[in-house]
């Protein structure tokens, strides 16, 4: 069981040892949602939410979004902690997880949420940011994260592993380089929505880019 005293680090195994039950509590879903997709074109490109409790009493979000070519899927698990905020992760088995702060996401909440309650944003949160591109920069330990209204600030957690993300900044707020780096994240998380499409060729900058952290089944 997740608890507020877990580390990011240890917040995301935690949540790993849920995957198995979750993929298999996920297959009639995943089907049923495949199936719709194929007769009714009014549901692709859409976020569909399934919610999951799991046996060790972790809490769900189980994004969806079905496209002509593929099914896209973003598990993401949340938490309350001490002062009653939430906290949450998008888990990645086997490549790249986040973890998103309690900062972070009360910076996104107030700029761009004004649903009632915070699992209410939190769930608007999860359906807007389903697709991540993602820069490194070794030289300053800096990990940046591009989202549908800005970019998210982290760091390492555990390299090449799990991100924690701790600050959100919006669009208006850009210098121009960071807008620059702004047009490369959002191309990123547009070829994940388009798979198959041609890929943008590589950019020449001072950031290492990493594009992991999709998860597709």
């Not at 620059?180 to 929505?193: K, P």
């Given at each position: ?49 399934e919610v999951y409790r799991s046996h060790g009493d972790n809490n769900w979000l189980v994004v969806m ?48 949420n004004k649903l009632e309650g915070q699992l209410e944003r939190f769930k608007e949160f999860a359906k ?90």
């Amino acid at each position: 069981m997740i608890v507020h005293t877990m580390s990011p680090a240890q917040v995301v195994a935690e949540a790993i040892t849920d995957l198995p039950a979750l993929w298999n509590k996920m297959k009639g879903p995943i089907a049923r949602l495949q199936r719709l997709s194929k007769v009714d074109h009014r549901v692709r490109d859409k976020e569909h939410v399934e919610v999951y409790r799991s046996h060790g009493d972790n809490n769900w979000l189980v994004v969806m979004r079905p496209t002509k070519k593929v099914l896209s899927v973003a598990p993401f698990v949340w938490y309350w902690c001490a002062d009653r905020k939430i906290r949450a992760a998008r888990i990645c088995d086997d490549g790249l997880s986040f973890h998103f702060s309690a900062h972070l996401l009360d910076q996104y909440f107030a700029r761009f949420n004004k649903l009632e309650g915070q699992l209410e944003r939190f769930k608007e949160f999860a359906k807007e940011n389903i697709d991540l591109g993602i820069e490194s920069c070794d030289a300053i330990g800096e990990i940046r994260c591009g989202v549908r209204h800005g970019y998210l600030t982290g760091r390492w957690e555990v390299k090449d592993k799990v991100v924690q993300l701790t600050t959100f900044v919006d669009h208006g707020k850009l210098f121009p380089d960071q807008i620059e780096q702004m047009e490369r994240l959002d191309q990123q998380r547009y070829e994940q929505a388009h798979p198959g499409r041609r890929r943008t060729p590589g950019y020449k900058h001072p950031w290492n880019k990493d594009s992991r952290g999709g998860a597709r089944r």
